[in-house]
């Protein structure tokens, strides 16, 4: 088993999207020893914005490759591997603007390649990331999952759509909600997040147990 863990709150530690998903990461680990775990921080290491020569480059032959279009579609091709490599994965964001953080997008931007993470043919699109397990751990300053804010969310619609095109169609959302509604709001938030995370940890560990079984 292998599990991708990408953040990208600029909050650091004080993030409670990174918090939850790392929390979450570690304790799939914990039930399954053998996992590895590889982290990538937007934040620490933010993907570039894609240019002239990442848009230019992913369509030339590898070796009619200029030096720069090299050196941002090798990139992109790093962040590809993990993905495939990576049974689980667990996308955290913080909710800004109305949607992800700007450094997931770039990571969306890398991993969305025709040819490589989608294909085109007779039947129209078809996405070639297939068989993996996607987390989205989304924290918010305000309720976003009811209520007359639901429209005002395009994070998880954005996701759950760019992540269906590329073929990961098994997407379970983690949300921190109301962190922006004071301290006992944020410590209610925490333990419901916690408790999703306990929850899909036994669920996980249940379905090896019966698949040994």
Known sequence: MSILLVTSSPRGSA????????????????????????????????LPHIDADYSTGIYTPVEARSPRQAEVVGVSDVALDELFAADTVILATGFINFNISSTLKSWVDHIARSGKSFSYGE?????????????IVLASGGIYSEGAAVQM??????????????????VEVIRI??????????????????????????????ERVATAA
């Open 15 to 46: 993030s409670h999207s990174t918090r939850i998903a790392t929390e979450l990461a570690q304790k799939l680990v914990a039930a399954n020893p053998s996992a590895e775990l590889v982290v990538r921080d937007l934040v620490a290491n933010p």
């Open 123 to 135: 039947g129209g699109p078809k996405g070639l990331v297939t068989g993996k397990k996607v987390y």
């Open 177 to 206: 909600e109301g962190v922006g509604m004071g301290a006992d709001a944020v410590a209610a938030a925490l333990a419901k997040a916690t408790a999703k995370v306990d929850a899909v940890v036994a669920a996980g560990a249940a």
């Open 153 to 170: 969310d395009h994070a998880v619609p954005y996701l759950r759509s760019v992540l269906g095109f590329l073929g990961m169609t098994d």
